[in-house]
């Protein structure tokens, strides 16, 4: 029997044993083994760092032109750390494996490089989405070998029973053989295809695959007597993740639309990237993933990709991320079965850096980009309002990842926008656009992460109900709006469930218990009344939700004095960003942040409820190491002696 190439095999069983340890030990996370990002070729050598070590541990990189290059329609690009980086293969095409030194010329122990290579990974200004998937047990591990022509078994280091493994003889033109763990043992689909099932216990022999083997048949696109052989094996809620190690971060079912085309899978977490196919009709392999576009808006809301297509990117409707899983109203064909394989959202590590989830920028009328972005805040931007502080009569404009082109405004009750361009296709940062050369703006922007700030969009239905979040933590203050028609913003602050505020208004708290049904949230869910406010029948509706996260941010609350008033956040450097409201009385809601100025001298602020243009020349807010001071010349909506106040800092 030829030898069979795994990863990471032990060369003496003491150094096998050792690993298996040591692994067992580890806290995986999923932005450590998986990640989808987004670059413009430049036509020369770029290195893509996406916090993936592909040279120490090993792995795939799948790269796709979003927009047809200079060559038309361009391929798929597949390349993996057991065959080279040399060796590629196409997703869409039957040819055996091709040579190229340019097209990724490194596995680097944070991510990749990319060279000259023209149409396939860096043509200069063309869009380019990457995935990548390291090999880590329980997650994703490839395999080399070579085969036989006769019924066997093939070795794989992937530590459970895999959920899904995709075959190509890397020698010969031939098809993409696709195992699945919800079709029968005797049958398989074609990853370049938009064929249905075939049936044939000449592929995987009939035998369902264990933690430790998969099986062969006597195929030859599988295992042709003498041929060379690559197979990506995925993992199914294996387990493996998190402080806890129970964590599962990839998925391989299946699902069965409805008559409408519709579905609602479960997957106990947020997607972030879904392949799937349905097994039975011929369409084709649908490649969703949150940074070109997998929103929660059932128009037009994905930017797809077709693996077994070279079709650039095309904005469709298909699925629906949702805190749990994801789902379509009537995108599908009708009751029909989908395969899929789904990856879980991150960041799962709680941060321990304020500038790892916020950052702000300013730009004043003839600034160049950076990073190719006009607002660089070195994370994936999930949340972003931006306005222009120069003048009045501008209103703050949200835009978030979750929602996709649509936008909200802070100061006002209008249901969300229709239209636009999808701004967060940046693993770096927000692009507004064109900045007129009048504008002086800025931007604020978060990025989603256990324990500081999550989102959740959901559906409405009249009655009082819990609302699955993944904040991971019990949120200190949460801003809902509904989006498809016109309402106030409604905030929970204060840690008391009877109570609400209204982020476009000066308002002072109110006391109704039909908005939060008089129930305090939890680590994993929120509770909505029957108001229309936060729960109208079938509107639909976006709650942001924070809390506080050591030495990155502070959720609180103080007492007024009407003098110089230290707020202590438990920071070492300061606030960089901070929001304040009074409670019991009116007053607005000031922000201050450090890219503007948060100085011992004057300090601009901004008023989320209102169009005034900002103020720079008061000081009510100064710098205190461990938060923030307020000055003893603040107003009464600051420091009102005894008056009752709210904040969110971040360092």
């Known amino acids: ?278 097994s039975t009709i011929a369409v084709p392999w649908a490649i969703n993933d949150t940074m070109r576009g997998f929103t929660s808006n059932n128009t037009n809301n994905s930017n797809l990709l077709y693996a077994n297509y070279s079709y ?62 006009k607002y660089y805040s070195g994370f994936p931007v999930d949340f972003v309002f931006t306005c222009n502080r120069a003048f009045a009569g501008h209103d703050t404009a949200v835009y978030d990842r979750l929602r996709g082109v649509p936008n909200l405004f802070t100061n006002l009750t209008t249901e969300e926008g229709t239209g636009g361009t999808f701004l967060l296709a940046s693993n770096l940062g927000f692009d507004t656009g064109t900045i007129s050369a009048n504008l002086n703006q800025s931007a604020w922007m978060f990025r989603r992460a256990p324990g500081f700030f999550d989102e959740v969009c959901d559906t409405g239905t009249g009655s009082a109900h819990t609302i699955t979040h993944n904040l991971g933590v019990v949120p200190e203050l949460m801003i809902r709006k509904k989006r498809s028609a016109a309402d106030n913003w409604i905030v929970y602050a204060n840690n008391d469930p009877t109570d609400y505020l209204i982020l476009n208004t000066t308002a002072a708290t109110a006391d109704l218990d039909t908005m939060w049904n008089d129930t305090a949230p939890t680590s994993t869910v929120f509770t909505v009344g029957t108001n229309d406010d936060v729960n109208q029948n079938t509107g639909t509706f976006v709650t942001y939700l924070f809390s506080t996260a050591a030495g990155v941010s502070k959720v609180g609350s103080y007492t007024g004095t009407g003098t110089t008033l230290q707020i202590n956040c438990g920071f070492t450097g300061g606030a960089r960003f901070v929001l304040i409201k009074r409670t019991d009385d009116t007053g607005d809601w000031y922000f201050w942040d450090s890219a503007r100025g948060i100085v011992a001298g004057n300090d601009p602020y901004l008023l989320l409820n209102s169009t005034a243009a900002e103020v720079t020349s008061t000081d009510y807010v100064d710098t205190y190491s461990a938060g923030f001071e307020i000055s003893s010349t603040a107003p009464a909506a600051i420091n009102a002696s005894a008056g009752s106040f709210i904040f969110l800092a971040i360092a």
């Open 1 to 278: 029997m030829p030898l069979v190439q795994t990863r990471g095999a032990a060369s003496a069983q003491g150094f096998g044993e050792f690993a298996q340890a040591a692994a067992a030990a580890a806290v995986n996370y999923i932005e450590d083994v998986f990640s989808t990002f987004l670059y413009t070729g430049n036509g020369s050598t770029q290195t893509i760092t996406n916090n993936i070590d592909l040279s120490t541990e090993g792995g795939l990189v799948w790269i796709k032109a979003r927009t047809n290059t200079s060559g038309g329609a361009t391929s798929h690009a597949l390349v993996d750390s057991a065959r080279g980086t040399s060796k590629w293969l196409s997703s869409d095409a039957t040819s055996a494996e091709a040579t190229n030194a340019n097209l990724v010329t490194g596995f680097t122990t944070s991510g990749f490089s990319v060279g000259n290579t023209a149409y396939f990974a860096n043509e200069n200004t063309i869009p380019y989405v990457s995935w990548t998937f390291r090999e880590q047990p329980k997650f994703f591990d490839v395999v080399t070998y070579t085969g036989n022509g006769a019924n066997r078994t093939i070795a794989h280091n992937l530590g459970s029973v895999p959920g899904c493994i995709i075959i190509k003889d890397t020698s010969a033109v031939s098809n993409w053989y696709v195992y699945h763990r919800s079709l029968a043992t005797n049958q398989a689909l074609k990853l370049n295809s938009t064929a249905t099932i075939e049936t044939s216990t000449t592929f995987w022999n009939n035998t369902a695959a264990t933690s430790s083997v998969f099986s062969l048949g006597t195929a030859g696109d599988v295992n042709g007597n003498g041929d060379s052989f690559v197979a990506y094996i995925f993992a199914h809620d294996a387990g493996g993740f998190g402080l806890t190690g129970t964590d599962n971060v990839i998925s391989c079912g299946i699902f069965t639309s409805d008559a409408s085309g519709g579905c609602n899978v479960n997957l106990g977490y947020e997607p972030q990237w879904i392949l799937s196919k349905s």
């Open 312 to 373: 650039a990117e095309s904005l469709d409707s298909y699925l629906e991320p949702t805190s749990t899983g994801f789902k379509s109203s009537n995108q599908l064909q009708a009751s029909a079965p989908y395969i899929y394989i789904a990856i879980r959202r991150g960041p799962m590590k709680v941060p321990t850096l304020g500038t790892s989830v916020y950052n702000s920028g300013t730009r004043g009328t003839a600034e160049a980009t950076a990073a190719g972005v």
